[in-house]
């Protein structure tokens, strides 16, 4: 039980798609726990994913921010506009159960959903950051864990899992989103732009400077200021992968090797930054353990994601044969299915 992040700063490497099928999937195989989702990102892919699909989770999405006040992110946000530096512990209010939009997810699964309203009100959070007492910004950067706390406290458990989905850039949700986590999931894929951002990623969130003189990043000189913890690394995913091996093997096989080698040498020089898993097994000593441990692939699944997504039906749920989703019919193959749903599985029961 754990807050988990999905960031890279990249977009378009399947943070809301994985997050949509991770969370699914850890839900699942939790019966007995609720599972949280927010998702953190104005595009609000995963949300719509979870709540139904390209044409169901859209109304729905629709459906709650036009409510008054919206039920989603930019609801709670709103009250800490409001409320910038005193806890209105509000966060409760704004959750949604996903099952009640969507029969194809597990009923232990609650949203607070995306907003694309949050790109409106990201300069009044920003501003927020400074105009109050002299650690406004530490105040600040604690309103989504007020929002985890108050909606653990309203389900009445010790501890909860929350999966956040997040913006590719870093904007100032994406460090509410990194002051809020215990651990970030950075999924990839296998590019030249990935390889980029998964450094950004490293300093942006831990100041892991690439070359003299680089400007350091003040989210992580604030949050060293301010003592905040910082998320720990505990996987990153290429995801796929196998869509460029035919066209490019050795140019793509360079940068996967290039983005392992990265992290590599962080764990390296800074183990600490990362989570070691909970299976009894210690921290890695050599470069396969560590690989082990901390890499996971998820593969393409062509039309079955297609398929997963627009209509809102987890992978690990979806069938083989024909289905028919805003006046396309399409056929999901058992091999697609093959590929990706032994990859979510197991990725999921590694997540404690
Ligand atoms: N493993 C995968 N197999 C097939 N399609 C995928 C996979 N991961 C992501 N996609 C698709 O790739 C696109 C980008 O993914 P998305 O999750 O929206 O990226 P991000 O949130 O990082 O911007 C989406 O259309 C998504 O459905
Ligand atoms: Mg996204």
């Not at 019966?31 to 989702?37: S, T």
């Not at 699909?53 to 109304?59: F, K, L, P, S």
């Not at 910082?230 to 983005?259: C, E, H, W």
Request: hydrophobic residues 35%; neutral net charge; glycine residues 6%.
């Amino acid at each position: 039980m754990s807050v988990y992040a999905l960031w890279n700063n990249k977009g378009g490497v399947g943070k809301s798609y994985l997050t949509f099928q991770v969370a699914c999937e850890y839900a699942r195989t939790h019966p007995d726990q609720r599972v949280l989702i927010i998702d953190l990102c104005p595009q609000a892919n995963s949300s719509s994913m979870l709540l139904g699909g390209m044409v169901n989770g859209e109304v729905v999405i629709e459906q709650l921010s036009g409510s008054s006040p919206a039920k989603t992110i930019s609801g709670y946000i709103n009250d800490r506009i409001m409320s910038p530096y005193v806890n209105p512990h509000s966060g409760s209010l704004y959750v949604s159960k996903v099952n009640d939009y969507n029969a194809y997810v597990p009923d232990n699964l609650y949203i607070i959903c995306g907003d694309e309203e949050l790109e409106m009100q990201s300069s009044q959070v920003q501003l927020a950051c400074t105009a109050g007492p002299a650690d406004s910004w530490r105040i600040v950067h604690t309103w989504i864990r007020d929002l985890i706390e108050d909606v653990r406290k309203s389900w009445d458990q010790r501890e909860i899992t929350v999966f956040l989905d997040c913006n590719p850039s870093f904007t100032i949700y994406t460090e509410l989103a990194m002051s809020a986590s215990d651990r970030l999931l950075i999924p990839f894929s296998a590019d030249g732009s990935s390889k980029r951002a998964v450094r950004s990623v490293l300093s942006l969130v831990y100041g892991i400077l690439r070359k003299p003189g680089q400007i350091q990043s003040e989210f992580y000189l604030n949050s060293q200021q301010y003592r905040m913890k910082l998320p720990m690394i505990y996987s990153y995913i290429g995801n796929r992968l196998t869509q460029m091996n035919n066209s490019s093997a050795s140019a793509f096989k360079n940068v996967v090797m290039d983005i392992f080698n990265e992290v590599f040498k962080v764990w390296q020089n800074n183990p600490a930054l990362f989570y070691v898993h909970p299976t009894g097994e210690p921290a890695p000593t050599s470069r396969q353990g560590f690989r082990r441990m901390f890499e996971e692939q998820i593969n393409d699944a062509n039309t079955a994601s297609v398929v997963s997504g627009a209509m809102g039906i987890p992978i690990c749920r979806l069938t083989a044969g024909q289905k028919s989703f805003a006046g396309r019919t399409v056929i999901v193959n058992q091999s697609q299915l093959e590929k990706q749903q032994p990859n979510i599985a197991d990725f999921v029961s590694k997540i404690e």
